[in-house]
């Protein structure tokens, strides 16, 4: 995405496993408590649960599976965040399963960095920047990398017009 060439972006950050995520808070739409999920049979694992979001059916990512992490029992403080994303030039509203959710904060370009070539243990197409912050790194994924790469599946639908 061409934001993060600005100077600062704000963004959402949140828990996977101990490690920390971020997603530009313009693709945020909500931050849910855990809803009722409805298996998908025949599903991929990756995106196997829809839940209903506002009266619409919108599939659940759990992105602990494109990170090669176990998926994790959910807690007290896991968390659906609800993103708007382009899938095939339209809008779709999708699901991701957080351990737990943060704050929106500002990242600033200059505390971003590619990923390494070598020595990550997730795939670096993955990951379109890593953001250093007191001693830490928060990780910027690829949505459209992953999205593409674990199958957008046919149940991921477009908005419709009159959103």
Do not use: C
């Not at 693709?27 to 025949?42: C, I, K, Q, S, Y």
């Not at 995106?47 to 176990?70: C, K, Q, S, T």
């Not at 459209?144 to 957008?152: C, K, P, S, V, Y």
């Amino acid at each position: 995405m061409s934001t993060i060439q600005a100077q600062t972006i704000q963004a959402l950050t949140f828990d996977l496993q101990g490690e920390t995520f971020a997603l530009e808070a313009g693709l945020v739409r909500e931050v849910l408590d855990l809803l009722p999920e409805t298996a998908v049979p025949g599903a991929p694992p990756f995106v196997a649960a829809v839940i209903n979001f506002r009266g619409r059916v919108i599939p659940l990512v759990d992105l602990h599976l494109a990170f090669d992490m176990e998926p994790s029992a959910p807690g007290i403080d896991s968390r659906i965040v609800v993103i708007e994303h382009p899938l095939d030039g339209e809008a779709a509203l999708i699901g991701l399963r957080a351990d737990k959710v943060h704050e929106v904060t500002d990242i600033a370009a200059n505390d971003t960095e590619d990923a390494p070539r070598v020595g990550l243990r997730w795939r670096t197409d993955f990951i379109r920047r890593l953001v250093r912050r007191d001693g830490d790194v928060i990780v910027l994924p690829d949505l459209d990398q992953i999205f593409t790469a674990r199958g957008r599946t046919a149940s991921v639908t477009p908005l419709s017009p009159n959103r």
